[in-house]
Nanobody, 127 residues
Framework: QVQVAESGGGLVQPGGSLRLSCVTS????????IGWFRQAPGKEREGVSC????????RYADSVKGRFTIARDDAKSTVYLQMNSLGPQDTGDYYC????????????????????WGQGTEVTVSS
């Protein structure tokens, strides 16, 4: 059984930092592309960052470039999203997703390319 679980969300003041974790089980993790998506209240889900296999391709949404960093630890079947200089615009539910076709394609922000999703972790940036 495939499981994807996010953690690390919470309430943080503007300018602060959070590190989200995405732990998976039931998959051959090192073959999977992992992506982070977020959904703000009243808005559509958007891609934030993703990382390919072998610490290969990384992508960031323009809105988070220079502030967020994604990294994977294949030994722990875990991907991290370090989020710095957070602002109110970063508020939302953050979802981790896994794409089993990592051997065949680079990471992208198309949610339909991801077969397994976590339940999300809430991030609130507010003073």
């Amino acid at each position: 059984q495939v499981q994807v679980a996010e953690s690390g969300g919470g309430l943080v003041q503007p300018g602060g930092s959070l590190r989200l974790s995405c732990v998976t089980s039931g998959i051959k993790f090192d073959n999977y592309v992992i992506g982070w998506f977020r959904q703000a209240p009243g808005k559509e889900r958007e891609g934030v960052s993703c990382i390919g296999i072998n610490d290969g391709s990384e992508r960031y949404a323009d809105s988070v470039k220079g502030r967020f960093t994604i990294a994977r630890d294949d030994a722990k079947s875990t991907v991290y999203l370090q989020m710095n200089s957070l602002g109110p615009q970063d508020t939302g539910d953050y979802y981790c997703a896994a794409d089993r076709f990592g051997l065949f394609r680079l990471c992208a922000f198309d949610p339909y390319e991801f077969q397994h999703w976590g339940q999300g972790t809430e991030v609130t940036v507010s003073s």
